[in-house]
Nanobody
Framework: QVQLVESGGGSVQSGGSLRLSCAAS????????MGWFRQAPGKEREGVAT???DGSTSVKARFTISQDNAKNSLYLEMNSLKSEDTAMYYC??????????????????????WGQGTQVTVSS
């Protein structure tokens, strides 16, 4: 069982930046594909970034995903934020060392473990 806890969300003005963190109960680089997802009210959950166990990443423009093996943590750096980035952001994991390739941003049904989410609100 993998436990994930997100933090770092909040309110920011358009054009600003935020860094989200996800504390994991396992070493996320040890055989897991990790992902960040978001869900806006009335919309489907969508993937925004993934990272393989070997550190290979796929990200939406303006986003950077990274992990700190020593801290069992996953991060999402978001820059030049826009109002359409407003959503609940989730950290997720699946027991698979490799995600879906260079352009794979994550599909919710591919992931097994989920955090509770952290809210990001971008005001114009």
């Amino acid at each position: 069982q993998v436990q994930l806890v997100e933090s770092g969300g909040g309110s920011v003005q358009s054009g600003g930046s935020l860094r989200l963190s996800c504390a994991a109960s396992v070493n996320t680089a040890d055989g897991y594909c990790m992902g960040w997802f978001r869900q806006a009210p009335g919309k489907e959950r969508e993937g925004v970034a993934t990272i393989d166990s070997d550190g290979s990443t796929s990200v939406k423009a303006r986003f950077t995903i990274s992990q700190d093996n020593a801290k069992n943590s996953l991060y999402l750096e978001m820059n030049s934020l826009k109002s359409e980035d407003t959503a609940m952001y989730y950290c997720a994991a699946v027991t698979d060392a490799h995600c879906g390739g260079a352009y794979y941003l994550g599909r919710p049904y591919d992931f097994t473990y989920w955090g509770q989410g952290t809210q990001v609100t971008v005001s114009s």
